[in-house]
Each structure stands twice: as C-alpha cells, then as structure tokens.
C-alpha cells in the first residue's frame, strides 16, 4: 500500500459483498483490504485484493470491537474504514462504533433507528406513514393452526410468501430445511412452515404476505448512500433479470441492468433524509402489475451483496465513504444515475436462458457489445497470473449451470 494512502479498509465478512467492496477500494485507490470473517469463504479465497484473517466468533461485540481495535492501533497513523459485509455485521457495527477507536470510521446509522428498520414489522409502519407502497402482509407472532390462516383471516388469497421480519435473529436458529424465503400454497403448508420456524427457537414475528405476480424481471434494487449530514448523495436503481434460486441463496440478485425511476428514487430519497440516514441503503422493490405500483420489500441497512452493480456502473461506492468520512469533502448534489449498464454473477448463458424478458436480454447483449457489462469476481488484475484465483472462478461460475438446471424449472 503507499504511503501516500492515508486510509486502510477494514472489512467485516468475506462473501462476494466483501470482495466487491474490496474491488472497489482497490480500483479507486489501488489499496489492499483487511476483511475479517468467521471462515474462510471462495468469495475472497486466493485474491490479491483483499487479506482475510477467520475468527469463529467476530460475530459478537466483544471480538468485533478487540479485533478491531487491534488493528486500528497498529495502523495508527491510517483513518480505518470499517464496513460491514452481511446485516448481522453491519447491525453489530451500528451497535458498537462508538467504541471503536477515534481513527476508525463505520459509516452507519445508531443502533435505535437500526432497530426500527431492521423488523420488516416496523419498517413497514414507517412505510405507511410516508405512503411507500409494500406487499399486504399479516404477522404472526407464534405458531398457528390453519384455521387461522384462511384467506378472510390474511385479507389476500394463496399462493403466500412466508419469511421471517428478523434476518439477522432468524440465521441465529438453523434447522433442516431452513430457507431464506419461502412459498406456502394453502393454510396447512403455512402452518407447517410457522410450525418449524418457531420450533428452532426463533423469538420473532414471521410475515405472511401477499405474492407479488411475476418472475424475477420484476423487481427492482435500489442502492443509495447518505453522508454524514443525512444527504442522500447518490441513488442507482437496478433491474432485475434473474435471482438466484437455491434455497438459502432464494432472491439474490444475478443480472441487473442499471435504468432510472425518477418517482421512485425521489420518494425514497425524502424518506432517507427525513428519518436521518446515514451509510449505504440497499431496497428491494417489485413492479406489481396489477396496479403499477413498485412495492418495498425490505430495506438492508448496508450496500448490498450485488453492489457491484452500482461500482460498475461508474458510481464507485468506495469513492463515496472516502470523499465523505475520511477526506470530508462535500459530494455535491443527490447524483440519481441515469446511464445503462449491464452487471451479472452469473454466466451470460445463465442470463441468456433463464431470464423471461426478451427486452431485458436484447437490452443486455447490447449493453455488452457497447462494453458496459461487468461481473463482481471478473477483474483481470486478481484473475492475470493468479492460477488459484482464476481457477476457482471458473468453477464457481460453471457451477450455476447445475444450480440452475436442478432450482430453477
């Protein structure tokens, strides 16, 4: 790293989020990122990038703060940026910056209005105070018989999606058969689901919701970063081409073309700066054709794990935080992105078969001859005389032909 470099990233969590944050320092700034996860992962194995150290508990306050502030005492003379690659991580960094030592910097929001945003429950009363669209949904708070669970009791028909309003706590009680999102087709095939949800332990609300029609071409990602007066600087909205479809990875984003929603991005933006926001916002949304209403699932209180769609788009996200906490430079006006690119973590082939929108493929395949595509793992200056590296993306990437070929019918 040069000397002239007056920052060091600190990275908490080794997934692809990680390496796309690391990827996005390195390309800006040329530095090598320090993550810390609980093991190793594929994501980040054999990179020049970034350097992972495994500690099994950097999940718990008390590690998170010591290995942090280890590092940051032995890099004194450096601003660490300190970011969060998984909700758990962030929401733990929300918890504990302001134990952390005086040259670090986590770009988040306070652990109170982590915790209003954090329950689907409560973000979507918050939702319906500034009139933000989401899907109808009913809260349970235990399990429940199928008779409670008709139609008249939910107030919308099956098929339901059923998921937990807690991610972070839900990921806490694993079982067998364990989902991130899952489907029910009747009030029985519901409470069974309840059933083994609140079985494992699992202390929160589950929701139950109206399914939004539609493949996965419907929805929508948005990614906005507020600085440190709770401006939103920068908006990119995505759309989505295909999701991944494995059970534990069900709704993760695959192909994305950048595009621009003016409505949507403006109304997201006052109810960021109105609730006080500061960091990366990540939402997910989905066009319901029934009404043409865009309708919030979640927000993540983090970049997201595809956020190299936003890097690659020519909005570097670690350009954002540097500008902002280290050099407290002012980033001048909300940039709400308007030029098309075309990102995808999945083979084109992948794209080019299972995406249902033949306008999204044309539009993809165009954007790739233009040279406006990118992937998060495809950098030629971690994959050029790396054999290890390259060989593991190669055998990541064929891998979701199989994935595919078994999750998505």
């Given amino acids: 790293m040069s000397n002239s470099v007056s920052f060091v990233p600190v990275l908490i969590g080794a997934d692809m ?5 690391a990827r996005a320092f390195h390309e800006e700034y040329g530095v090598v990122s320090h993550a810390f996860g609980r093991w190793a992962m594929g994501d980040t194995m054999y990179s020049r990038i970034v350097k992972c150290t495994y500690i099994p508990d950097i999940d718990t306050p008390e590690t998170l703060v010591k290995t942090v502030t280890d590092f940051a005492r032995a890099h004194a003379d450096k601003t660490c940026v300190v970011m969060g690659c998984t909700d758990d991580y962030a929401g733990l960094l929300m918890e504990v910056k302001d134990r952390l030592p005086e040259n670090c910097v986590a770009p988040y929001i306070d652990a109170e209005l982590r915790d209003k945003l954090v329950s689907k429950a409560d973000f979507y009363q918050m939702c319906d105070k500034y009139a933000i669209p989401y899907p109808k949904t ?31 706590l839900y990921w806490k009680y694993p079982f067998d058969g364990m989902k991130k999102v899952y489907t029910a087709g009747s009030p029985a095939e519901a409470a ?10 699992y202390p929160d609300i589950v929701l139950i919701q109206d399914t939004i029609p539609g493949p996965d071409c419907r929805m929508r990602v948005l990614t906005a970063y507020c600085d440190k007066d709770a401006k939103v600087k920068m908006m990119c909205l995505g ?13 993760n984003h695959a192909a994305i073309l950048t595009e621009y929603n003016g409505e949507l991005m403006t109304k997201l933006r006052d109810f960021l700066e109105d609730i006080g926001y500061t960091g990366f916002a990540n939402f997910d949304i989905k066009l319901d054709e029934r009404d043409g209403s865009y309708r919030v699932f979640e927000i993540n209180l983090r970049q997201g794990r595809s956020n190299y769609y936003v890097t690659g788009a020519g909005l570097n996200i670690a ?10 430079h002012d980033l001048g006006p909300c940039h709400m992105h308007k030029d098309a690119s075309f990102w995808h973590s999945v083979p084109r082939g992948v794209v080019w078969k299972y995406v249902k929108d033949p306008d999204f493929i044309a539009r993809a395949k165009q954007l790739a001859r233009e040279g406006k595509e990118t992937t998060s793992f495809g950098y030629r200056y971690d994959l050029a005389t790396n054999p290890k590296r390259l060989a593991y993306w190669m055998v990541h990437m064929h891998r979701y032909y199989k994935k595919y070929k078994i999750y998505c019918k």
């Avoid at 989020?17 to 944050?21: A, M």
């Avoid at 199928?146 to 339901?160: I, K, N, R, T």
């Avoid at 759309?239 to 709704?251: I, M, W, Y």
Wanted: glycine fraction near 8%; proline fraction near 4%; charged fraction near 20%.
């Fill in 138 to 168: 009913f809260c349970a708070h235990e399990a429940l018989d199928a008779s409670a669970l008709g139609e008249d009791a939910l107030g919308f028909s099956y098929p339901v999606i059923v998921k937990p309003s807690s991610s972070i």
């Fill in 17 to 21: 989020n990680c390496y796309s944050v």
């Fill in 192 to 201: 069974k689901i309840l059933a083994e949800i609140y079985a494992s332990g």
């Fill in 319 to 328: 350009r954002y935080v540097v500008e902002d906490r280290v050099l407290g």
């Fill in 239 to 251: 759309h989505v081409g295909l999701e991944e479809h494995t059970p534990k990875a069900r709704g």
